[in-house]
């Protein structure tokens, strides 16, 4: 004869299976996600400097033989002091603050324009890291701008 087989022992192991998968989706979902998508600590003064860099989409940009687009060109930003930074569009023509390669920035995250900046709206972004980035206008390649951000200097 042979010895009846239980499904007790099957019905143990998927139970096992399911609580163990259980406690590993709480854990990633409680602690893992919230610790890898926390914004890290900045100091306030670079949260909220005392200035701002803003910088003119002039008129006429649009027009690849006019030199000037982005005024000023090239902008030195200094955290704490003017790296809350404000793009407004003074043409009659809808441009982008497209970075020239990938930047993001660990608190405000990813830099560039989402769509268009249509004529008389602005685009802000604060920088919060030491960086040097280089951007132009999508529709207009011709249309060019760098920031150099530093810290402080005491």
């Given at each position: 004869?042979?010895?009846?087989?239980?499904?007790?022992?099957?019905?143990?192991?998927?139970?096992?299976?399911?609580?163990?998968?259980?406690?590993?989706?709480?854990y990633y979902q409680m602690y893992y996600l919230p610790e890898s998508l926390a914004?890290?600590?900045?100091?306030?003064?670079?949260?909220?400097?005392v200035g701002k860099s803003e910088i003119s989409i002039i008129m006429g940009s649009?027009?690849?033989?006019?030199?000037?687009?982005?005024?000023?060109?090239?902008?030195?930003?200094?955290?704490?002091?003017?790296?809350?930074?404000?793009?407004?569009?003074?043409?009659?023509?809808?441009?982008?603050?497209?970075?020239?390669?990938?930047?993001?920035?660990?608190?405000?995250?990813?830099?560039?324009?989402?769509?268009?900046?249509?004529?008389?709206?602005?685009?802000?972004?604060?920088?919060?890291?030491?960086?040097?980035?280089?951007?132009?206008?999508?529709?207009?390649?011709?249309?060019?701008?760098?920031?150099?951000?530093?810290?402080?200097?005491?």
């Open positions: 004869m042979s010895a009846p087989t239980s499904s007790h022992a099957y019905g143990i192991g998927i139970m096992a299976v399911i609580i163990g998968a259980a406690v590993g989706i709480g914004k890290p600590k900045v100091s306030h003064e670079i949260l909220e400097p649009a027009n690849p033989e006019q030199v000037d687009n982005f005024i000023p060109k090239l902008v030195n930003v200094q955290l704490g002091v003017d790296n809350h930074v404000v793009w407004t569009n003074n043409d009659d023509t809808a441009h982008t603050v497209t970075p020239d390669h990938r930047m993001e920035d660990s608190y405000s995250g990813d830099f560039g324009s989402l769509g268009v900046i249509k004529p008389g709206e602005t685009y802000e972004f604060l920088f919060t890291e030491a960086n040097v980035v280089e951007y132009h206008c999508t529709p207009h390649p011709w249309m060019k701008g760098s920031l150099e951000i530093t810290k402080q200097r005491f």
